[in-house]
């Protein structure tokens, strides 16, 4: 399974970015896709997933702002980041779980850099 992302780069607080991740390989159809995001010395931390149903969570300071999709008929799911702060820079990492094998994917990171 391969993940790439794109859409990372340098805004201004207020502004809005839209992240991508297109998933190839032998991904199966009952898999959870998610961002992640690890900002400089703290850990990873879960933004937003999205089951293969379409259900949703988000973490507590990005609901609102952030909405997750995904188009199951392209393997690719989306991060609209809307109203962006500067503590929403950090490397953003998209994530692919199989549920039946329990085996978690990982794309390179793209950075999302939010400042004046």
């Known amino acids: 399974v391969q993940l790439v992302e794109s859409g990372g780069g340098l805004v201004q607080p207020g502004e809005s970015l839209r992240l991508s991740c297109a998933a190839s390989?032998?991904?199966?159809?009952?898999?959870?896709m998610g961002w992640y995001r690890q900002a400089p010395g703290k850990p990873r931390e879960l933004v937003a997933g999205?089951?293969?149903?379409?259900?949703?969570n988000y973490a507590d300071s990005v609901k609102g702002r952030f909405t997750i999709s995904r188009d199951n008929g392209e393997n690719t799911v989306y991060l609209q980041m809307n109203s962006l702060k500067p503590e929403d820079t950090a490397v953003y990492f998209c994530?692919?779980?199989?549920?039946?094998?329990?085996?978690?994917?990982w794309g390179a990171g793209t950075q999302v850099t939010v400042s004046s």
């Open positions: 994530n692919l779980r199989q549920i039946l094998t329990s085996s978690d994917y």
């Open positions: 390989g032998s991904i199966g159809n009952i898999y959870v």
């Open positions: 999205i089951s293969s149903s379409g259900s949703t």
